[in-house]
């Protein structure tokens, strides 16, 4: 139904549709829009897509039975939008896909524990790294072959791990080529194939591990010679406005304990999600 309103009620209505749009609170915001903090630009209200997979832990899923996704991203933008006077919006995205949605302009940003590399860097810019990452095997809990990671490097054992990732470039140089990698679409169906027995081990990033790991502990296990270290950022179009604003949040929430308190809750015991515990990718 339409309405007309005319003069002074026609300026009040505007007045309180203009206020109540920067208090609303949206599904996957950071909450109230109510200035940045000081210091900080202001983004005005403004709508931040972030892209991520809801498939990724701890970094970002959907608990089983719910529609809303929650996670280290989802913590980390609801922050770093309180500062700067932004929503974000979380954008389901696929990998490794999202990278070049977000260079054509698609979508803002996008998060995921992604890899910060000369070749990415080609094509999207960068925020400063929030968190490095190492890069390990995991190996059957049974399986006494593989003590080390160079037992894995040095013999002929099949390793798996997902395509477009660090990991996959990763195994290419230790194995040397692709021979003996078995290359997967997620993270998660390597891990299904290491424990049929299909693949040997699955090289991965420890913080992404830990759930993997944590769910089936009675099946698979960490070596632990960190094989990479990979600092982790953002990622956005080229000439983005938002990477300033973006890496002066992340240097406060470094400098106030923030990222520390997020690493405490997602990446420590205290995390207790598995994969059994999450709703499948377009579920």
Partial sequence: MKFKLRGLAMLALAVALVASACGADDAGSGGECDGADEGFPDLECREVTVGVENAYLPFNFIPAGETEGVGWDYDAWADICDRLNCKPIMTEAGWPAVIDQVAAGEIDTAADGISITDERAEIVDYSK???????KFIVQLDDDRFGSAD???????????????????????LLGGDERIQAFDQFGLAIQALIAG??????IDDAAGLGYVGENADLIKTIDDALQSDPLGFI????SDLVAGVNQAIDAMIADGTMEELGKKYFTDAFTVTYDDIEPVGG
């Fill in 198 to 203: 299909d693949i040997d081990a699955v090289i």
């Fill in 151 to 173: 037992d894995i490097i040095n013999g002929d054992a099949l390793v798996g791990t997902q395509v477009g990732t660090t990991n996959f470039e990763l195994a290419q140089t």
């Fill in 129 to 135: 790294p929030y968190m490095t990452v190492q890069q």
């Fill in 236 to 239: 956005f179009p080229k000439g």
